[in-house]
């Protein structure tokens, strides 16, 4: 079950963090995987550990934000793993950029680039570069990591950022609508708060107690990425530890 040898998968924004334990959960199931990240150190690193590992991984570096760049690395991982069946959204945040929390009255126009492009727009380039192929072969598995903050909004100055991650859940459940008579689903995981390098205090409004954690994550992944879950798309599937608000 959940058994992914034999399928390519690309991850983007790969390197470090909830990514990374994507990327190692689908090489752990049998997937050959790319790992993208802007950075390309980060990139590299992540690829040797899953090789190390026993898996099947390259660095494929390149920027989400830039659609040439995007069609470009999945020419590579072709060239190398061969047709991509599987694509996983995962860059985000603020991109390349810290994020700065900011009330939307008091932010300046120029900052809302940042926060749109890697949240939606680094979304359309990825399906767009791997999806002509996906329709060709009849299968794929398009998966975008996405947020509460989107799925149901969060006051925590961040406003831009929920409308990218809410533009892609939108898009998503229409594109999955148009290639589903091509049997290639298009699903969605929103993650509650999963701190990286910052202490955001105590959980609060949690059922489960904890914060999550990036392992928490690649499970959901492999299920959406594999045969298992032919049956299932246009949906949002909540990783947040039971978190809940009727909006």
């Not at 994507?22 to 690829?47: K, P, S, W, Y």
């Not at 533009?167 to 298009?186: D, N, Y």
Request: hydrophobic share 45%; charged share 15%; glycine share 14%.
């Amino acid at each position: 079950m959940f058994d992914l040898t034999g399928k390519v998968a690309l991850v983007t924004g790969a390197g470090q963090h909830v990514g990374r334990g994507i990327a190692e959960a689908l090489a752990a199931q049998g997937a050959a995987v790319a790992v993208n990240d802007i950075v390309e150190t980060r990139a590299q690193e992540a690829a040797d550990a899953i090789v190390a590992a026993g898996g099947k991984a390259m660095a494929a570096p390149a920027d989400a934000t830039d659609r040439d760049s995007v069609q470009a690395v999945v020419a590579a991982i072709e060239a190398e793993f061969g047709p991509i069946d599987v694509l996983v959204s995962n860059a985000g945040n603020s991109g390349a950029n810290p994020a700065r929390p900011a009330s939307f009255v008091d932010m300046d126009p120029a900052d809302w680039n940042q926060y749109v492009d890697i949240n939606f727009y680094a979304v359309l380039n990825g399906i767009h570069a791997v999806l002509p192929g996906m329709i060709e072969r009849g299968s794929g598995r398009i998966i975008t990591i996405s947020s509460d903050a989107g799925r149901q909004g969060i006051n925590m100055g961040m406003s831009i950022y929920s409308g990218g991650k809410a533009g892609a859940l939108g898009f998503q459940r229409s594109l999955a609508c148009e290639v589903g008579k091509h049997h290639v689903t298009v699903n969605a995981v929103s993650l509650g708060m999963i701190p990286g390098d910052w202490d955001p205090g105590p959980p609060k409004g949690i059922p489960l107690g904890r914060y999550g954690e990036p392992a928490d994550v690649g499970p959901a992944v492999v299920y959406l990425a594999s045969d298992e879950a032919s049956w299932v798309t246009g949906q949002i599937l909540s990783v947040n530890g039971g978190v809940y608000r009727n909006v």
